[in-house]
C-alpha cells in the first residue's frame, strides 16, 4: 500500500475523484509493454513533479511521494523529470514508494546545460504538443522564436506557436504573419487570456501532454490558467524597467486539463542551449533545406559557392539575409553541440582553428623573422 503524502500539489487539489495514470495519458501500449515490470511487483505512475531526490507520482491509488535509489553498478538510467512515466515498488504504509525504473520517454524536450560538460537537461517527458509562447506586448524577436521551435522539433512532439497579450497589440493579425515566415509548417495562433480572445481555438489545437515553452513575462502561467479554468499557476507581473518577466513558475508541473490532456507549465526560459539538433534545424528552416536540394554542390554551405540556391533565393527575396545568417548561427551551434560528445567532429571543428594558429606562428619560427 502507498503511503499518502500530508499535502498535496495544486495537480490534486480540484478533482473529487482520485486521479490515477489514466487522467495522465496511460493507454493500452504503455501497459502492454508494462507487463513484465508489472509481474515483478512494480506499479506504474506518471511524475507530476520532480526535485532533486524525490518527486511527485499519480499511481494507480492516487498521488504518492516516491524517493529515487541510485542505480547499482555502471547504470545510467536517466534521472526522471516531470512528465517520465515510471515503475515504483510499494513500500510500506510509513515509507515513501521508490522509483525502480524510468520507462523508455516517447518524446523529450531537452536542451544544454550552460556548463562546459556534455551534458543536457531534460525539461519535459513524453510531451505531445510543445506551444512556444510569444508575447505581442513585446517586440518579436525573430531569432528566439526560431530557437525555440528548433528545441520543440527536435523533442518529436507538435509544435504550435502561441502569441499572447493580443490585446496589448495595435496589429495581432500582422504580427501573426509575420511570425508565421520564421515558423513554417507551424500553426500560429493569437491569444488573449485577460479577453479570452483565440482561447476556445488553442484548446481545440492542443492536445495529450501540452507543455508551455517561453521567456519570463511571455504569459504562460496566465494562460495556462485561462486552460485550466482556475487560477492554479502563479502569475506575476512584467517589470517596468526592462519590460522582463520575473520568475513565478518555480518549478515544472503536470496539471490535469478540464477537457482531457495535461497541461506542463515551466519556469520562463532565459537562454535555451541547443543540443545535437540537427532534425530540429531541418524543421525549423525546411525552406532552406528545401532550396539546398538545388544547390551545384550537395556539401553547399550557402556562404559564396557557385550555382547556390539557398543565396540565389536571397538575392530575389524570397529569403531574407537574417534568417539565412540565423540558420547559420545555430548550425555552428548545434555543430559545437554535437563535438562535445563526438570525439571525431569535435577534432575536425578543431582542425581549422589549429591550422589557422600554425599559420600565425610561422613567420616567428622563420630564421629570418625581425620582430
Request: hydrophobic letters at 40%; charged letters at 25%.
Amino acid at each position: 500500500m502507498f503511503h499518502q503524502p500530508t499535502s498535496h500539489p495544486p495537480a490534486f487539489s480540484s478533482f473529487a475523484h482520485v486521479l490515477t495514470p489514466a487522467d495522465y495519458g496511460w493507454d493500452g501500449e504503455r501497459e502492454r509493454a508494462f507487463a513484465p515490470l508489472r509481474a515483478d511487483g512494480l506499479v506504474p505512475g506518471r511524475v507530476v513533479r520532480a526535485e532533486r531526490g524525490r518527486c511527485d507520482v499519480v499511481a494507480e491509488t492516487g498521488p504518492v511521494r516516491a524517493v529515487l535509489v541510485p542505480p547499482s553498478g555502471a547504470g545510467d538510467r536517466p534521472t526522471p523529470c516531470t512528465g517520465d512515466w515510471v515503475a515504483l515498488r510499494p513500500s510500506g504504509p510509513a515509507a515513501s514508494a521508490t522509483v525502480a525504473e524510468v520507462l523508455e520517454r516517447r518524446t523529450a524536450v531537452i536542451r544544454s546545460t550552460a556548463s562546459r560538460t556534455p551534458r543536457a537537461q531534460a525539461l519535459a517527458a513524453n510531451v505531445d504538443t510543445v506551444a512556444v509562447t510569444v508575447s505581442l506586448a513585446d517586440p518579436l524577436k525573430h531569432g528566439r522564436i526560431e530557437r525555440m521551435l528548433t528545441l520543440a522539433w527536435e523533442s518529436g512532439a507538435t509544435p504550435v506557436v502561441v502569441l499572447t497579450k493580443a490585446d496589448r497589440c495595435a496589429d495581432p493579425t500582422s504580427a501573426a504573419a509575420e511570425v508565421s515566415e520564421v515558423a513554417p509548417g507551424v500553426e500560429v495562433l493569437v491569444t488573449s487570456a485577460a479577453t479570452g480572445e483565440g482561447v476556445d481555438v488553442l484548446t481545440a489545437v492542443l492536445s495529450g501532454t501540452v507543455v508551455l515553452l517561453g521567456p519570463s513575462g511571455a504569459g504562460k502561467s496566465t494562460l495556462g490558467n485561462r486552460l485550466l479554468g482556475e487560477d492554479l499557476l502563479a502569475t506575476g507581473t512584467v517589470r517596468g524597467s526592462d519590460g522582463k518577466g520575473r520568475h513565478t513558475t518555480a518549478w515544472r508541473e503536470l496539471l490535469p486539463l478540464p477537457h482531457g490532456g495535461v497541461l506542463l507549465d515551466t519556469p520562463g526560459l532565459r537562454g535555451v542551449g541547443l543540443p545535437d539538433a540537427g532534425e530540429g534545424l531541418e524543421q525549423t528552416f525546411a525552406e532552406i533545406t528545401e532550396w539546398a536540394d538545388d544547390c551545384r554542390f550537395t556539401d553547399c554551405a550557402h556562404t559564396g559557392e557557385p550555382d547556390c540556391a539557398v543565396l540565389a533565393a536571397v538575392e530575389d527575396g524570397r529569403l531574407t539575409r537574417r534568417r539565412l545568417d540565423s540558420y547559420h548561427r545555430l548550425q555552428r551551434e548545434n555543430a559545437h553541440a554535437a563535438s562535445r560528445t563526438d570525439a571525431r567532429l569535435r577534432a575536425e571543428l578543431e582542425r581549422p582553428r589549429k591550422q589557422i594558429a600554425r599559420h600565425v606562428r610561422a613567420p616567428k619560427q622563420s630564421p629570418n623573422f625581425k620582430a
